[in-house]
């Protein structure tokens, strides 16, 4: 398994947090909450859509392995969470996320580490690094989702391992093509299984390049 400090430098791009110079950063001055609105992009069955955030993110402790949650937001990565934010079934956001190196910065849709549009800031990775990795930035990453909706969405990680499969997730664009090379790498070689979270974000999916 990765170090923290080799995942964090792979996935850096080296800029700091408020150089928000990218499209996929079209935020205006308006709030709710204290949450900016504002869009990234995401991937939808093969096509590239707009996420369209308007609320904060969630994330509540206790979690569901009964561990602390040692980040600055109380978001965690590696147990799933016990409080949602509205009663209900609620959809899942797949947060393909670059494990050991950095892809083109044009496959990642949160390239900045540590800032992304209502994301938190910071997440405790250290059911996955270890203690040191308790209060880690949020990593650079890309986004899929299976449906089209607008409310809350519980964020789930996958975890890819080498460049050749980035470029087949990018290619693929979709949780079919996800699916199949986790279903092709059943030691998760190249690619994780769904780790859990108790993250989650409010955004509507709207139509985009290619839709």
Not at 128 to 138: H, I, R, V, Y
Request: proline share 9%; charged share 15%; hydrophobic share 40%.
């Amino acid at each position: 398994m990765a170090t923290l400090g080799t995942f964090v430098a792979a996935c850096s791009d080296g800029r700091t947090p408020t150089q928000l110079d990218r499209p996929s950063f079209d935020q205006t001055q308006n709030s709710v909450d204290g949450a900016e609105f504002g869009f990234t992009a995401g991937w939808l069955k093969g096509q590239t859509v707009q996420f369209f955030y308007h609320k904060p993110f969630f994330c509540a402790t206790p979690v569901a392995d009964g561990g602390p949650v040692g980040s600055t937001t109380a978001c965690e990565a590696g147990s799933d969470g016990t409080v949602d934010p509205r009663p209900g079934k609620i959809p899942i956001l797949f947060v393909m996320t670059p494990l050991g190196f950095r892809p083109a910065e044009s496959t990642l849709q949160c390239p900045i580490v540590g800032h992304c549009i209502n994301h938190p800031s910071t997440i405790d990775l250290s059911r996955l690094f270890g203690a040191g990795a308790a209060n880690a930035p949020l990593p650079a990453h890309s986004h899929i989702v299976d449906q089209a909706e607008g409310n809350f969405w519980e964020l789930h990680v996958i975890g890819v391992k080498d460049p050749a499969t980035w470029d087949q997730v990018v290619a693929g664009k979709s949780l079919a093509a996800v699916r199949a090379l986790q279903a092709a790498d059943p030691t998760g070689t190249k690619i994780t299984p769904e780790i859990l979270t108790d993250v989650y974000l409010f955004f509507d999916v709207r139509p985009g390049a290619g839709m």
